[in-house]
């Protein structure tokens, strides 16, 4: 009996995450260095420069990491409303009271710090999800559970949408593989990916031609697969659909995304050709990625990132960097360390006994995964610009922390895996 109970209060961790975690923080607090680098504050703890900021983040890191695993674990799934609830209230807040930074009003200055509440939000959308989903008799396989839970991720992706942070958004939006895992059909995910075809569709070509394209397809449906006649309201229905998505797509690219937002995404498709404006940081991004070579320029040899070539290369572009000085092979050994991370979780995840941790850690591997994707794919020139950070990498308090508590949220509710069940 007393060894039964000294094991019930015993709490695991993972050591692997744990390390990966360290490792990428470390790495990244490195590469801000590399990135910024003044010879007059050469002092990695230099309070004056980012690298020394993002220091004292690590710091702050830390006691969140402290005290995430001191508390209760019932702090985080029982009351996952209130911390979602609270994520909505900031999110709504900041739309009035926050500052510009970058043409989107995301952030609550405080002194000389700022706060980005769409990062911290996360924590709180994916548990938020994750207690809806493990609910019981919630299995996501009638409307009402689907709408419910869609609704969940879709409030704060709408208000961050407003601000606008559209990289934050789509961040929001990934979290549908949490409801897809909790049983919503996977034609779904196909109807996510077919509205991003049909919305580039809408972009590229002129709208009398694409508009045009879709009915030709509809009639061509209907004459050579009979069975489908069966279904005649819904063909109908979703070609409406399909044609309204192309129609609005054209209507946010106008009216509602700023003109910066607008033209990344032209010289993105090939629509415009702008290497010295919005093309620019890729460009430059490319360049510094490239001339790193197979083993890299060193450590501060790096041309492009000492003469400033790449804007934002601390935050955004933080990966440029790692390709300059580490070349070919830093570059592949961070892919796998994120690799790495986001396959335990996912295992993690498969192992966990209850639903709220095997629902939670799909809400952490995709919000990692989609940040990893997005970020690396932005600095390569496969998506446009914007703005979202490389987990543990990129500068900023707000990011590194809420990635964070994002984590060791996870890695305690695994620790207790045991305790929960007892």
Not at 180 to 203: E, Q
Not at 277 to 289: D, K, M, P, R
Request: with cysteine; charged share 10%.
């Amino acid at each position: 009996m007393g060894y039964g109970n000294r094991n019930r209060n015993r709490v695991g961790f993972d050591w692997i995450l744990v390390s990966l975690y360290f490792l990428l923080c470390i790495w990244g607090w490195i590469s801000i260095y590399a990135a910024v680098y003044n010879e007059e504050s050469a002092s990695i703890f230099s309070l004056d420069q980012e690298y020394g900021k993002q220091g004292l983040f690590i710091v702050g890191g830390l006691l969140i990491i402290f005290f995430t695993m001191i508390t209760n674990y019932r702090i985080w799934t029982n009351f996952a409303p209130l911390w979602y609830a609270l994520s909505i209230l900031l999110l709504i807040l900041v739309l009035f009271v926050g500052k510009k930074i970058g043409g989107a009003r995301s952030w609550f200055g405080l002194g000389g710090f700022s706060l980005q509440p769409s990062e911290v939000g996360k924590f709180a959308t994916a548990l938020m999800l994750a207690f809806y989903a493990s609910l019981p008799r919630k299995t996501m396989k009638n409307w009402r559970d689907r709408i419910l839970g869609l609704s969940i991720l879709g409030v704060p992706g709408i208000l961050i949408a407003l601000q606008p942070d559209m990289g934050s958004t789509l961040v929001y939006l990934s979290l549908i593989f949490v409801v897809y895992r909790a049983g919503m059909p996977g034609y779904y995910i196909g109807i996510v990916f077919a509205g991003v075809a049909l919305a580039v569709a809408g972009l590229v070509l002129p709208l009398k031609t694409a508009l045009l394209a879709l009915g030709i397809l509809a009639f061509l449906v209907f004459l050579f697969l009979p069975k489908q006649r069966r279904f005649l309201l819904y063909n109908a229905f979703f070609t409406t659909v399909s044609a309204a998505i192309m129609y609005g797509v054209g209507f946010v690219m106008e009216q509602i995304l700023a003109p910066h937002q607008q033209v990344r995404i032209k010289v993105l498709l090939g629509l415009e050709n702008d290497p010295s404006g919005a093309g620019y940081n890729t460009l430059q991004s490319l360049i510094a990625i490239g001339s790193g070579g197979w083993t890299g320029k060193g450590f501060l040899n790096g041309t492009q990132t000492k003469l400033d070539f790449v804007p934002a290369q601390s935050t955004d572009y933080i990966f440029c960097t790692v390709g300059e000085e580490w070349g070919f092979l830093g570059t592949f050994l961070l892919m796998l360390a994120f690799g790495l991370l986001i396959g335990r979780i996912i295992w993690l995840a498969e192992r966990q006994k209850d639903n709220f941790s095997r629902f939670y850690g799909y809400g952490v591997a995709s919000i990692f995964f989609t940040h990893w994707v997005i970020n690396i794919g932005m600095t390569i020139g496969l998506f446009p610009t914007v703005g979202i950070p490389l987990p543990f990498f990129s500068y900023g308090g707000s990011s590194l922390w809420g990635f964070t508590l994002l984590l060791f949220i996870f890695i305690k509710l695994d620790g207790e895996r045991q305790n929960r069940l007892s």
